[in-house]
């Protein structure tokens, strides 16, 4: 619950961080990955980003994790930053920053099944299955080939790899709550983050993009997308997003969940040219049906995991 009554123009720009910048990452995520190679992007966001709060702690004394927190951390970060943003970042060069966004959105989907597989604190009632079903129609609206809907279908492995980020994010999200984390989530966030770079850039090296990465190649437009999503989506967004937990109810923090897909639709088609056809609008619906149905059906558990989870990595 709020903890204070803060300024109403605080509480609006800590709205329209988590909302318009996080929503907005999604581009800049593209714009960055045709340039750099996805893995290593994503391994230097998370290396620097992670590397700054982590400094910012110890600045203000905190202690670092111990040796069976690292474990968990680096467990953690495996599926979260590997598995959910090495997927993402691969995926956006293959498919349309907003639809990526719209597809990232399932995400209360999937952890609502890894509540019910692996806490057994969620049973598989008729409104989540419906609204499970609903999400997957939304996802088979975005990648059939067969609706006469107009507009190209997303690439099918893009989306594929987007449903297993998804999967990903939720189950390392689950075991966040399960394993021991330092106490202090900003500690616990910059650690998580760090390594992450740390496993992103072993994969970057394992996949070979440090053959394919050529520094002089790529642009200042790119390297500023970069810097974005450090600054911007990372540092600004997660500590908006803390400050917003600790005033308003979760709940209400949480709509992020389903604003950020629209704001990236919506900017992907404004300053990118992305598709705005009757199969986005339709997947995108079917989808946020789906989200809403999911989060509203269950108001103390999400709360419960927007504050436990790790919850700044939407950004």
Not at 87 to 96: H, M, N, S
């Amino acid at each position: 619950m709020p903890t204070s009554t803060p300024s109403r123009w605080k509480t609006l720009l800590a709205f329209a961080i988590i909302y318009f910048v996080w929503g907005s990452t999604f581009l800049a995520i593209r714009i960055a990955v045709h340039q750099i190679p996805p893995l290593l992007c994503a391994a230097l966001r998370f290396s620097l980003a992670g590397l700054i709060l982590l400094c910012w702690m110890l600045i203000r004394r905190e202690a670092l994790p111990t040796p069976r927190q690292w474990l968990s951390v680096f467990v953690c970060a495996l599926l979260i930053f590997v598995g959910d943003y090495g997927l993402l970042f691969w995926a956006e060069q293959r498919v349309p920053s907003g639809i990526a966004a719209v597809m990232m959105a399932t995400i209360p989907a999937f952890m609502a099944l890894s509540e019910i597989i692996f806490l057994r604190t969620q049973r598989l009632t008729l409104r989540l299955t419906l609204a499970l079903l609903i999400g997957l129609a939304g996802v088979a609206v975005l990648v059939s080939r067969s609706l006469n809907l107009g507009g190209a279908p997303i690439s099918r492995i893009g989306a594929v790899a987007l449903i297993f980020a998804s999967i990903s994010w939720s189950v390392g999200s689950i075991l966040t709550r399960k394993f021991p984390l330092p106490s202090s989530k900003v500690m616990s966030s910059g650690a998580q983050m760090l390594a992450g770079g740390i496993l992103l850039t072993l994969a970057a090296a394992i996949f070979g993009e440090f053959h394919r990465f050529q520094l002089l190649a790529v642009s200042t437009t790119a390297w500023l997308a970069l810097a974005y999503l450090i600054v911007a989506g990372s540092i600004m967004g997660f500590t908006a997003y803390l400050w917003l937990i600790h005033h308003q109810s979760p709940t209400t923090v949480g709509t992020y969940a389903y604003v950020n897909p629209v704001v990236a639709v919506l900017i992907g088609y404004f300053f990118a040219g992305e598709p705005l056809g009757a199969r986005t609008i339709l997947g995108t619906l079917f989808i946020l049906i789906s989200v809403i149905t999911i989060t509203t059906a269950r108001t103390k558990k999400i709360a419960v995991v927007l504050t436990t989870a790790s919850t700044e990595h939407r950004g």
